[in-house]
């Protein structure tokens, strides 16, 4: 039996990449620049420990600590089926949601 309280809760896809010790989600896979926290704010890709999000387009995690959402890297193609874009040349993911 798996209690409730043990599971991850995920980012949402608005928001699907969580930063800030799994605290906040943001909606960019980048960071904002921000000089005075050094490499963890510098623009580059966002991740568990990264403090900042580009554009400030944040929300806060439900129940800290999330996780990344299981969408994210993943282009929507249409309603249900997504794509990711960041497999190596000539080849192509797509997954499916399930009804």
């Not at 409730?4 to 800030?20: H, I, K, L």
């Not at 996780?67 to 190596?88: I, M, Q």
Request: hydrophobic share 25%.
């Amino acid at each position: 039996h798996t209690s409730t309280s043990s599971m991850t809760v995920q980012c949402p896809e608005s928001n699907p990449y969580v930063y800030y010790n799994g605290k906040y989600c943001c909606k960019y896979n980048r960071e904002k620049v921000y000089a005075p926290q050094g490499d963890l704010c510098d623009g580059g890709p966002i991740g568990f420990k990264s403090l900042c999000c580009k554009d400030n387009a944040y929300k806060a995690c439900s129940k800290a600590p999330c996780t990344n959402n299981l969408l994210a890297g993943w282009t929507p193609v249409k309603r249900g089926v997504y794509y990711d874009a960041n497999l190596e040349k000539n080849a192509l993911l797509i997954r499916t949601d399930s009804a």
